[in-house]
């Protein structure tokens, strides 16, 4: 039953099972049942394979047209022990909406239950509905849209003679900085959260968590569920504050994940570590994933901000089935997002020139840029260094072992002439040898794997920026644009200063996320550097020391 | 002027100048001019470029049919400044012999001086005169030839029964070990020299010399004459037991070399390291030749026999060019070569049983096929470690110097959050990597390049065994023979005990130069691993310092 699909994002294949798709591609599903995330599909070159559920729509004709945005609402159990999943598994089609709800992602996870529906391309009069995947697409890098669609943009501001941007895909629009800007979120009458930003010696910052502390991620168990049928990986998390564990599965972090992009304009939300198609049960990569997730967690609880969001909290702390149902739904209702998350924020009285804010932006913009060009070329380096070190390092020095084993067999073969003894130490030597390949093998596990993790973080964090400088960018211009309004006398003052009270708001909460960023980045690039050379010091004095050992035997000869 | 040739031996082009031939292949030579040893040519597949002059043999039809192996007789001058050298570089043909023979190998150096009339093929009543090249190729592994030639071998024994070779091209034959064995030698009234072989406790062994001394080889140095039209390297070699320095070049190197090869049967003569059309005045060339004349000569003055050699005691001795002549002229009239070195050898009295002779043989060949197939191998292994430290192991280090120097660049970018020490500790960082990449590439000079060194002398080494076993195997199938024709009455049994008698002779200098394989082998391979594993350990010594001096930078953050 082949159905057609278009690529919404560019994937390419990491694994043999895997095929590329290019963005806006025509593609054919044939198998509609998404397994465990991936659909089996052939792409416009022929090519046979899986690719991710949740980089493509399909096409289809039928007129629902009321599709809900499933980041945004979904609903679901923790458990996914709904009755909806022990019926029969290969159902296809015709399944609603609350079957999907509760299987709110299952990327993850080996299942093999029924998960469709999603991501149904819909022509309307507009042209495409807006998708948000699912789950964090570490290509593209979107921000959480806004509760304030269309319908509530066009709401009692409709007479303003600021002009709205066209382009509804700009992160300005959608994340509601734009309506936050103008003045068309209105305040609540009671906001119970707020985050401060102060000034510190190097500008804006965010206000310290006051009950600050860590989280621990470990012992990654294999899980199974529905006599079977349903696997998948689980962590035991303890938040310092609490000290007592919680138990959570991939999928529940992606659930987090998307809350945050959801709620939090203007700050830039770690992603989680990447998809993987085959082979997510092998040890080596759910150490990879449990590796990438402490770095996640770590980024997240250094956080002032996101460390304090009330979902994040349930997240890690609620251990109840019926509680986690509850604070889950209550997360999804949260009305501070977006936009509305704006209002939120506390800034300090000092004065900014907008100018030098822009200035500061500008500093940081090309420093960001350099330093993700940077990253993604010491990304590239270290990859490859990993596959030396596994394949042409180790070969040579293997290489040389067995040389060096073949000169000592000859050795051997002349029996009056054998001189054991050094036949003994030169075979020792081969071994050594061998062994020095082995050890340039396993090298990665202890050093280039956690740089490549902590620069897997960081390419995260790097590419969120563009879209959160391009909010404060949008503000600017908003200013500018209402400041000559108001000279012109199109608009009066008090607009135009609302305006720019807001923008300031904008511009401070951006500056203290730059600031966030740098103060991490010190802290992580110093621990990374150090740690990468103590385990090369490591390294290659075990490589000394096997040498040594080696030299003493020809000492006694 | 282009003239017909023949490859006399397959050589394989090493450099873009040269081009291969192959044994037998048809030649067109474009210069008869030789360039520095080398001839412009075509071979049969059209290709153009550099051969060595002594590889081929000039097709001629000239009826000059007494032309004698340069080897055995040339003559010529210590320093080849004979008036014939000043005249015009660029006459060529008609030279006489005397021409030739004065500028008995110009091989090495950088001569534009003519030097024609070697190796001109002259075709006759029994075919091709034998030519033995002036200069040792590695590639065919030729025994001297004895001055036993057919015409001393249809000599007094002309009556006798036991069956004589008819491959004229065997080692057995051409040594004149078949010669000696048959009695065809006749016993010297008085022979000057005398090499004793005594039983040791692994078996028969040289005796040692009873004047050991050793010889050092320094100071390569480029030297010109003939107004800088000749430009060749001087070397200062100093044995020990005079103390006082001569002057050699490499041709010099090569005149002894084909004397030792001419006259000693039954010892392995080690290959003078290789020759090179291009780059011989380049720094690492001479080096490497250096390195390895050097090793040559630890072998020769190693040996108890080479060592003894007059001739040897004349290259190592004569200061005096009118003294070299005539040391030189005597060495090359010496009759003691080949099959007449055979009657120098005293033989202990002990019974040794020619069946377990064979065995020892055949063991000993199992033994250096097996050597030479792994000193091969570890050969290859090894350039190719040199390639890797050279492009691959460098450029990996240097490439991860770069990427963290570029992500210290990226820090610099963002002024208010600079962080200078971590910026500099991280270029740091980045210029210690490059510096590991520099020393991965300096390495080979301090241990690769010295095991090739090494084992390229054992692959000559090894290369001479096969002719040399086969001169015993030889022998043994002469007694067996003898011994069958004794039993049926067609020989008497005073002859097939001469034969017996002369075998074990060939018996025991195999076992005595055997047995001086091995030791020198334990010694040189102890060695060459001791020297290795030192410069190993002293290398990621130095690599383990870089490291911590740059960890120590993060410290103080």
């Keep these: 039953m082949s159905v057609k699909a278009v690529a919404l994002y560019t994937f390419l294949s990491e694994n043999k099972e895997e095929i590329s798709i290019q963005e806006n591609e025509e593609l054919t599903i044939l198998d509609e049942n998404s397994l ?10 022929g090519e046979r394979g899986l690719f991710p559920k949740t980089y493509v729509e399909i096409v289809r004709t039928r007129s629902n047209s009321n599709v809900t945005d499933c980041s945004i609402s979904p609903e679901g159990s923790l458990g996914n022990d709904s009755p909806y999943f022990s019926s ?17 992602d299952d990327w993850d996870d080996g299942s093999t239950v029924v998960d469709d529906g999603d991501h149904i391309r819909t022509p309307g009069a507009n042209g495409y509905a807006h998708q948000t995947p699912t789950s964090n697409n570490p290509n593209v890098h979107y921000r959480a849209k806004s509760v304030s669609g269309p319908d509530s943009m066009s709401g009692s501001r409709k007479g303003s003679m600021v002009g709205r941007n066209l382009n509804r895909f700009s992160s300005f629009v959608r994340s509601g900085v734009e309506a936050f800007v103008l003045g068309d979120v209105p305040m609540m009458a009671k906001i119970a959260e707020s985050y401060t930003i102060e000034m510190g010696p190097l500008g804006p910052k965010w206000k310290e968590n006051p009950n600050p502390f860590i989280c621990s991620i470990e012992d990654p168990t294999k899980q199974t569920k529905f006599k079977g049928i349903k696997t998948y990986i689980s962590y035991r998390v303890t938040p310092s504050h609490t000290g007592r564990p919680v138990y959570r599965r991939y ?18 939300v770690p ?38 969001y009330e979902g994040f909290e349930h997240f890690l702390m609620c251990a109840d089935d019926k509680q986690w149902k509850l604070g889950k739904r209550r997360a999804e209702k949260d009305e501070m997002v977006g936009a509305h998350f704006m209002l939120t924020l506390q800034i300090p009285n000092e004065h900014q020139d907008l100018q030098d804010v ?20 010491l990304t590239n380096v270290a990859s490859e260094l990993v596959r030396k070190h596994l394949g042409g390092f180790r070969k040579e020095f293997q290489r040389l072992g067995n040389a060096f084993q073949s000169i000592s067999q000859a050795f051997m073969l002349d029996p009056p002439h054998r001189s054991d003894g050094l036949n003994n130490a030169i075979s020792h030597t081969g071994r050594t040898y061998e062994n020095i390949g082995e050890l340039f093998a396993e090298q990665p596990k202890y050093d280039l794997f956690q740089m490549l993790d902590k620069l897997s973080l960081y390419q995260g964090l790097l590419a969120n920026f ?3 400088i391009h909010l404060q960018k949008g503000a600017f211009a908003k200013v500018k644009e209402s400041q000559r309004m108001s000279d012109e006398g199109k608009m009066d003052q008090g607009e135009a200063d609302g305006i720019r009270k807001r ?7 951006l500056q203290a996320e730059m600031s966030h960023f740098h103060e991490r980045r010190e802290v992580d690039f110093k621990d990374m550097m150090q740690a990468y050379l103590k385990e090369q010091i490591a390294f290659y004095q075990r490589v000394v020391q096997q040498l040594e050992r080696t030299l003493r035997m020809y000492d006694s000869l």
């Design 36 to 45: 465990d995330g991936w659909y089996l599909g052939e792409n416009s070159r």
């Design 251 to 268: 999928k529940h972090f992606d659930w987090l994940y998307n809350r945050l992009l959801n709620k939090f304009t203007v700050i830039s």
């Design 466 to 468: 563009p879209d959160i």
């Design 358 to 377: 822009e200035e500061r932006v500008d500093n940081f913009k090309t420093f960001a840029k350099k330093m993700d060009d940077s990253v993604m070329q």
């Design 271 to 308: 992603h989680l570590p990447e998809k993987q198609a085959t082979g997510r049960f092998e040890e080596d990569f759910i150490e990879k994933r449990k590796r990438r997730l402490i770095l996640w967690m770590n980024h997240m609880t250094s956080h002032p901000v996101l460390s304090q």
């Design 88 to 104: 029969t598994p290969n159902t296809s089609g015709q399944i609603n909406d609350e079957d999907y709800y509760d299987d709110w």
């Design 503 to 509: 923008c300031r708001t904008v511009g401070f909460a």
